[in-house]
């Protein structure tokens, strides 16, 4: 909607504005003024009565302002600017981006310099919509202005307000959701089947961000986890648990044995019962009774059924006792057979089994020996014989030797067997041999023999290559025993002293003969945001030395920071200074605000983290010269800024009401009100006494001073007043705020 009217404050859907032009789409409210201005005027404008120059945000609002805003031959500013040479938005100080610029052909900067704001062609015969850079003093443009639409709290505590063109929306923080985002979404109710629940619900039953906690009573146990949360997609973080009885080891019957059971909440489960009883023939070891506790244990030990006994057997002398046992050794069922050893025969009953009343069938048997032929010694040896039984008979054994040296060839000794006849053949003697003998590896060996290769008499003697060290003796020779002397030896390699990885590093070695051996390499390295000093690999060498120096690890080194110009700078350092793990955090003097970020530290790959910070000067609103007077401000940080200061003075034929001199303080505000132009009521006053003297209106001119001079005292009246609301304070330095609000009021 269009609407003119005597100057006023514009409300959503009602503009009363004799300045300017208000133009209403839904919720959003855009306004542009009647005049021309200056950029910097035309932002004055629209931050004193409205909210900002407009912020164009997508093609749809440029087509609709080009749609709606009358033809102006001079154009509309927009709320644009480059500043330090980057173009940007300065409601929200944000650059503006590639994909968002909307300039005309050529544009921007044509002209090459001093083009820095921005204005938008509105209903231009070409390019209508597109926007050209001009310079900022050029005043031929109109302002083109807007006002926010969402207000605190319009969208309640859990979403946040969001324009759009023609309207605004909610957007809902998650878990909530409702025009106003007042509702917080529901969850399924819960229901736990066998267990306890303990909830609470900030938002409501079962709604978002409610919490259910969960136990089980004693003998059963949760499956599933002890908290659900209900979660912004109207589900519980994890499924509702559950309480089961706790279980025991399922029971089964021992062999020979019968198992009864009862179950109250499940199989042997808790209080589940057992009862054990065994076959006939069996009896019961252990408990008859068993029940399943809450600890997930039965009571006591589980029983077994064990068979009758019989009384143990054992073998006839010179015999052998062969038993089955079916439920254990000689138990119900048990049988044993009788036989004799080899050259011994059976006296008595073959078998023998356990009866169900623990006792045997038959008598034990008895083996008699058999008996064998006379035998000799052999040629070149000795024979010694003893006889166990009888000379001669089954058992009786006949032992061989030979002469010092040598070995026997043959069986040692010979034996009656039970067929009669004596075991093995003839034995001879033969020169006794030692297991044949090698080079130790990366060994070398020398012998000589005296009775053949490797036998009584040899001797070897050993050595061991470059890089390897001899372990044992460096010969042996063999004995009479058909032994070595010494044990073989062995050849070790040479060992280098144990090596360790350097400080914030890593040792990686590779090892041919043995940990720390000759040939042995070893790779160093570093850990992230270390680098290496030294050589990068060692080997051991036959002199059981390393190749090179000890390596270090050295922290990466960053480039130094300073602090900021009007600020600080701090940094702590875990190795050097300004290396890895270095960190500095920047702060700003009184009057100055950090852009940047406020702590960076130094990274492995040697840079430092975050851009270069900078302390600005804090900003107090832009003064403008009073109605009839002049403003002259200096700035010591850049304009209207901290510690700024602006005189005023007024034209001639007026007086200044108020301060003469504003300061910019550390909060952004100014010192006091600015001032204002009056008219000089003492011209006022010459001419009222100039038209009283006046002879001819004598009478007449009595009557109208005295009403002049009343309206002259009203009007001296009223500027006190007004002096006394603009200057609470003559003194400069007095606490005081400016605000362009407070200002506007004044006029």
């Not at 330090?84 to 590639?98: E, Q």
């Not at 026997?408 to 067997?417: A, K, T």
């Not at 000890?550 to 190795?575: D, F, M, R």
């Not at 406020?598 to 832009?622: F, H, K, L, N």
Request: aromatic share 10%.
């Amino acid at each position: 909607m269009w609407a003119l009217g005597s100057c006023g404050v514009c409300c959503l859907g009602i503009a009363v504005f004799t300045c300017g032009v208000v133009m209403q789409v839904g919720a959003w409210t855009y306004y542009y003024s009647e005049e021309d201005y200056e950029w910097d005027d035309a932002r004055t404008y629209c931050q004193t009565f409205f909210t900002d120059l407009v912020a164009i945000q997508n093609k749809e609002e440029i087509e609709y302002l080009n749609r709606t805003l009358p033809y102006h031959g001079k154009y509309y500013w927009i709320g644009i600017r480059k500043l330090r040479g980057i173009w940007t938005w300065v409601g929200t100080k944000k650059a503006l981006t590639k994909e968002a610029a909307n300039w005309a052909t050529g544009e921007p900067n044509n002209r090459k310099f001093n083009q820095d704001c921005v204005e938008i062609y509105i209903k231009r015969s070409s390019e209508a919509g597109k926007w050209n850079d001009e310079p900022c003093t050029k005043k031929k443009k109109k302002a083109l202005c807007y006002k926010v639409s969402c207000q605190p709290l319009i969208c309640g505590l859990h979403g946040d307000c969001v324009e759009v063109i023609q309207s605004y929306k909610c957007e809902c923080h998650p878990g909530f959701e409702g025009d106003k985002c007042e509702n917080a979404v529901q969850c399924p109710i819960l229901e736990p089947r066998g267990a306890y629940m303990n909830c609470s619900h900030p938002f409501g039953d079962f709604r978002y961000n409610s919490t259910c906690t969960f136990w089980c009573p004693e003998g059963f146990e949760r499956r599933g986890a002890d908290e659900l949360q209900c979660l912004a997609d109207r589900q519980w973080s994890v499924e509702t648990p559950t309480c089961t009885a706790i279980t025991c080891p399922e029971l089964r019957a021992p062999e020979h044995a019968e198992l009864n059971c009862s179950h109250l909440h499940g199989n042997f489960a808790f209080g589940s019962i057992c009862d054990f009883s065994c076959q006939p023939g069996f009896e019961l070891m252990g408990s008859q009774s068993h029940e399943c506790m809450a600890t997930g244990n039965w009571t006591g030990d589980i029983p077994r059924c064990k068979a009758v006994t019989c009384p143990v057997l054992s073998a006839p002398e010179h015999g052998e006792l062969n038993c089955s046992h079916i439920h254990g050794n000689f138990t119900f069922g048990s049988t044993c057979d009788f036989s004799c050893l080899p050259g011994f025969e059976l006296m008595g009953p073959v078998s023998h089994e356990c009866t169900a009343m623990g006792t045997w069938t038959g008598d034990t048997p008895q083996c008699k020996a058999i008996s064998c032929s006379v035998l000799s010694a052999p040629e070149y040896g000795e024979l010694n014989c003893s006889h166990i039984h009888g000379n001669f008979t089954f058992g009786s054994t006949c032992a061989f030797s030979c002469q010092t040296g040598f070995v026997l060839m043959g069986p040692q000794s010979r034996e009656c067997m039970a067929k009669r006849t004596w075991t093995g053949d003839t034995s001879r003697c033969k020169a006794v041999t030692c297991p044949v003998l090698s080079a130790p590896k990366h060994g070398e060996l020398n012998c000589s023999h005296l009775h053949g290769n490797f036998t009584f008499g040899s001797i070897c003697d050993f050595s061991c290559q470059s890089g390897f060290e001899l372990i044992g003796p460096e010969s042996c020779e063999c004995t009479a025993m058909g032994t070595w002397s010494k044990n073989t030896p062995q050849c070790k390699a040479i060992t280098c002293p144990v090596l360790g990885a350097p400080e914030h590093g890593e040792l990686n070695c590779s090892h041919i003969h043995g940990n720390f051996t000759f040939g042995s390499t070893c790779d160093f390295s570093c850990l992230p945001g270390f680098e290496l000093m030294g050589p990068v690999s060692h080997e051991c060498t036959a002199m059981g030395t390393w190749t090179g120096d000890t390596p270090q690890c050295k922290a990466i080194t960053c480039s130094l920071l300073t602090a900021p110009e009007h600020g600080e700078l701090n940094c702590s350092h875990v190795y050097e200074k300004f290396t890895f793990g270095s960190i500095c955090d920047f702060s700003c003097q009184t009057g100055f605000e950090l852009i940047g970020p406020q702590s960076r530290e130094c990274m492995a790959t040697g840079t430092w983290t975050g851009d270069t910070s900078q302390c600005q000067a804090i900003s107090c609103p832009v003064l403008d010269a009073p109605s009839h007077g002049h403003l002259n401000c200096s700035h010591t940080h850049g304009n209207f800024t901290f510690n700024s200061t602006c005189s005023f003075s007024c034209k001639e034929g007026f007086i200044q009401m108020g301060a003469e001199m504003l300061r910019c303080s550390a909060t952004g505000n100014w010192t006091r009100h600015p001032p204002v132009c009056e008219e000089d009521s003492a011209a006022f006053l010459k001419q009222v006494l100039v038209y009283t003297s006046t002879s001819a209106l004598a009478a007449i001119g009595l009557v109208l001073s005295g009403t002049l001079i009343a309206l002259l005292a009203k009007q001296l009246s009223d500027r006190e007043e007004k002096k006394k609301l603009l200057n609470p304070t003559s003194d400069l330095g007095a606490p005081g705020i400016f605000t362009n609000a407070a200002y506007d009021s004044t006029l």
